[in-house]
Antibody, heavy 122, light 106 residues
Framework: QITLKESGPTLVKPTQTLTLTCTFS??????????VGWIRQPPGKALEWLAV???????RYSPSLKSRLTITKDTSKNQVVLTMTNMDPVDTATYFC??????????????WGQGTLVTVSS | SELTQDPAVSVALGQTVRITCQGD??????ASWYQQKPGQAPILVIY???NRPSGIPDRFSGSSSGNTASLTITGAQAEDEADYYC??????????FGGGTKLTVL
């Protein structure tokens, strides 16, 4: 059974840096075709992809947020960490991590973690 | 690369509904589709050409033509009322989501 769980602060102040950890089990980030992605969802709004990291350490970032994001992996701990700098109230959202699979030219996110709500406020 | 979805669609109970997703990247890459109910994390319902994960009812199907990907629910049930999102990749490896479609089952 594959599970993912997000952890990190529930409240951050404007201009601070957010660090979120995705801890997973049931798969390895050493396996070809496997990645972990981060997606967020402001209250009442749509999903927004943020970043993904793959088994070979290839990384991709949302073009609109690239300057503020860093994604890293620790395969020995089965963790993926996302940092987002210069937080603003508009960054208030539920942050999800999900396994990314890439097979025969197709990719998908499955499964997802439960999500963690991060509020940005002074 | 952007993906465009209709904000809202409705369907009568037991009828068929198609939810569409448009974007240039869909000419080259398949979309995946996600169902999200209030207060829950999204779940994958369709991936690849037309594949359903284990546990997803066969009334869900996917298709693609040109720059449009479609999710079809044949015989919609009350429990299918949810938000549906498409996702794909572009040539740079970015993974944008569509804006979501709210499905109402009447």
């Amino acid at each position: 059974q594959i599970t993912l769980k997000e952890s990190g602060p529930t409240l951050v102040k404007p201009t601070q840096t957010l660090t979120l950890t995705c801890t997973f089990s049931g798969f390895s980030l050493r396996t070809s075709g496997v990645g972990v992605g981060w997606i967020r969802q402001p209250p009442g709004k749509a999903l927004e992809w943020l970043a993904v990291i793959y088994w070979d350490d290839d990384k991709r970032y949302s073009p609109s947020l690239k300057s503020r994001l860093t994604i890293t992996k620790d395969t020995s701990k089965n963790q993926v960490v996302l940092t987002m700098t210069n937080m603003d109230p508009v960054d208030t959202a539920t942050y999800f991590c999900a396994q990314r699979l890439f097979v025969s030219g197709s990719g998908w996110f499955d499964p997802w973690g439960q999500g963690t709500l991060v509020t940005v406020s002074s | 690369s952007e993906l465009t979805q209709d904000p809202a669609v409705s369907v009568a109970l037991g009828q068929t509904v198609r939810i569409t997703c448009q974007g240039d990247s869909l000419r080259n890459y398949y979309a995946s589709w996600y169902q999200q109910k209030p207060g829950q994390a999204p779940i994958l319902v369709i991936y690849g050409k037309n594949n359903r994960p284990s546990g997803i009812p066969d009334r869900f199907s996917g298709s693609s033509s040109g720059n449009t990907a479609s999710l079809t629910i044949t015989g919609a049930q009350a429990e299918d009322e949810a938000d549906y999102y498409c996702n794909s990749r572009d040539r740079s490896g970015n993974l944008p989501f569509g804006g979501g479609t709210k499905l109402t089952v009447l």
